[in-house]
């Protein structure tokens, strides 16, 4: 190159040409959506593990069946983070008239660190959030405990040597969540208190928490530093780990951000793809004129490449520009849901995707067309000369086909999504060779004439080349958006029949076997709808053909089942909400059978025909394993790891558990009940599940958002593909109004040619989505496929209908302008 | 490189064949021709006879399948593309039938674009006496589309002339316009072509043009008429 400034001033006028405003336009479109999407999905991942932060009560938890070293503690505070402590425990809480099992906390100062703590001052009052803890010398109680011990506010209770004074109802802590294993009234009371009371000796049983919050990278490092110091009974827990309804909710959502975001980067390279390819072919004179004047071809590759860089510098700028008022748009729409909203930031981590996108998008796709002008001869300043042959522009797919994917993978690191689009783009490719071929045989014989649908299949056969190119990138964009479209669907409504209106929310719990019978009357005659009654016994597994369980289970493994008694039961028939996958249910008669749930079983290792000891009561019980079922846990209805054929548990004394949908005026009912049976336990889960709704909510908005910047940007691709023939497309149209045809019917013929191609294309489209959704829905939103019989009719006619819209935005000048200053113009 | 025994192109047993659908076709046979520094020659011939072939390897803008070209003393027929476009930098301009400007730039850039790609300082300066004496001082800052044909191919002869080419070549520099200001771009270019002394190697359907140049050429069918070894030979 002669230097920088001839460079510059060849340049800055490139903005001129409607080709490279084309490919400009697809690259600020491919970065702003990009890094629209992973700002937002950045965000929205804050967002929900700040809501889900409270059900840990802190960011982090720490537990472990013996005292935790306080050095932990102090190591957070000098990494700035917050901390806090909880012990708890079972033991007898006495009142003025009796006594009672309770589950004992006792918390420092700071708790909770993340969300509230809910309380009554009086039992009628009105509810209260607070985010302290009783002080000490006071003890706020579970509302049961109030008539089961006969107590008034203000009255003091005893708790080993120690005597507290009753100062609040605990309605809810954050971390409560739902435990089914925590059956007593809870109660909650200062840490320091905990030890005037001397019920907590060497040898109980005893849960110790440390709680910790702050900024995610210190808290990412203090976990490294403290991971190689962790003995076996200590425990990490993240929120994910805490409560598999809000993992699963922010699994899902996440996984929908990858996949929208992926979308987006594909739609993207399609469009920087097609328009860079558009002006190579356009830089053909330029290049042999350049030739001629004496560049060399080496110069004229530098040249191009340099302009690339340029356009992708000023595209990424352009793209992040515009990046960020619809990122804090989207953040805006989100945090009205919220009662903590999280302010807005941008990490360079989600920067991040956009700029690679951009890299490669030009680079993949814009630069091997580009690059091979170099070779354009000297001589087609003279004539033209033939173009490029078609094994280059195969060569040029292959290379977008693994840039693509590269770019994918780099994105989402997920092989599965990877695969599934792979999957529907050969499956695309491979009906649209077929339909094409087909097409163009049934085109072929069709002559012209004065209609205006012959003139238009006339003009796609004459076009196939530029149509069957066109044809194509519909077909994908409309693949992408619909595979979008499609799982978004999916999404909400496994979310909604995972939490339906009526999912229950109520437990009962600790029913006696001779109050079955009077618990079940007591619910009908209110007409609540229960679920069935289930009974419980409470056992641990000791044995796996006959090998202690420690030992025939990998010391890697972490199975959290191992470290606790299990709830057993017994079952007639599969619950409707979990799914055999393996293995046979068992006929009247079996006894001796256990059914084991899917995760637990591959934790454990176990095979269809296993013995399984376990240890109920001073007793052993051996069954052998006869089937695996999938259990959906958020539910909300009683699920078991262990159900038994019936019969099996018959010796070992059984409580019944129970499940059940009541509205919040209908409370009233919990004391009638509360009185008519003292020993059963309420767990009330309303609270907890309308939050999980809440957060389902958030992540509902944000799909919804993603997926309407998905099909803006698929509309821009179209766009950007029609404009890409648009000077032909006008040239024809002002030689054929030369020749004499028509106003209307030039109109009528474009927009039929248009509405063909769509209509192919959403065809083409729909079946490469229903592909990728069957794969996508398998591998990585665990769900079950379904066909879309609708949108195999609506997508072809709504594509139809938006490129005919297109095919007429097309015509606009060629029908306002003379031909003749059409045609000069053109000729410019 | 000097210009040998006063000879501006050498052509020695030149022939040349195309590959199309599958068949070879002859475009150039046996051609021979010589010449002269500061000669002006007209190609003529009819549409598909072999002119504009020949122009394009006279200049190095390809080559021929059999025999040599020597543009100014340089075996350019057996030289790689790239060294072809640098020797054509420095010694040779080109007007062509359809201006050949680029759209995106205005008439001074297209003037200053080969005196920038040969690193001439005053390229702008330059330009802008160029296109003073081609009478477009009032269009500088005109792009392509805001000029007539006539102004067109007057931009491209001022950006031909520009680098001090020692050989012009022209591909029907009159063939787009209509009579009267095809004259006026034809007087124009044998003006500047005497006052710059260059070489002129012109492909042209117009007799009276092609009168006007020392001598001229007919080819038919890819075969040069007569003798064509001109008057250093």
Redesign the interface.
Known sequence: MSGLTTFWWLSRRDWRQRDVRVVLASLVVAVAAVATISLFADHLRQTLLSSATQFLAADRQLSGSRPLPQEFLQEAEERGLESGQIISFSTMLYGSDGQQLVQAKGVSDDYPLAGEIEIQRRPDGPRERVTRPPPPGEIWLNARLLPMLDLSMGDSVEMGEHRLKVTAILVREPDAGFNMAALSPRTLMHISDVEKTGVVQPGSRVRYKQLYSGDEAQLESFHQWLEPQLDESQRWRTVRDGQPAIADALDRAERFLLLGGSLAVLLAAVAVAVASRQYALGQRDTVALLKTLGLPGRTISRFFIARLGLWGLIGTVAGLLLALPAYMALAAVTNRFLDQPVSWSVSPGAIWPALVTALVALFAFAYPPIHRLRRVPAMQVLRSQPGESGSAARLDMLIAVVGIFALLWFYGGEIWLVVALLLALVALLLAFALLSALFMALLRPIRGGGQAWRLALVALYRHRRASLSQMAVFAMTLMLAATLFLMRTALLEDWQAQLPEDAPNHFLINIASDQVDSVESFLGEREISATALYPMVRGRLTHINDEPVREAVSKDEEVNALNRELNLTWLEELPADNRLRAGEWWQEGNSDGVSVEAELFEELGLSLGDELRFRIGGLDLSAEVRNVREVQWDSMRPNFYMAFSPGTLEEFSATWITSFYMEDSDKGVLNDLTRAFPTVSVLELDQFIERIRGIVGQVTTAVEALLVMILISAVLVMAAVVSATLGDRQREGALLRTLGARRQLLVRSTMLEFAALGAIAGLLGVMAAEVAVWSLQYRLFEGRFVWHGSLWLTLPVLSALVLSLFGRWQLGTVLNVSPMLLMRRLEG | MSVVNGTMIKVTDLGHQVQLSGERLTLLRDVNLSIATGESVAIVGKSGSGK??L??LL????VPTSGSVELAGAPISRWS??QR??????R?G?I?QSF?L????TAL?NV???L????VRQARQEAHDILDRVGLSQRLHH???QLSGGEQQRVAIARAFASHPSVLFA?EPTGNLDAETGHQVADLLMALNREKGATLVMVTHDEELAARCDRQLRIEAGVLQGSAMGATA
């Open positions: 504009t072939t122009l394009g200049a190095g803008l390809d593309e790239d476009a640098i020797h054509r930098a420095n040779v080109f062509f050949q680029l759209p995106s730039l850039e200053m674009l080969p920038e790609l040969s690193h792009t392509p589309r591909d």
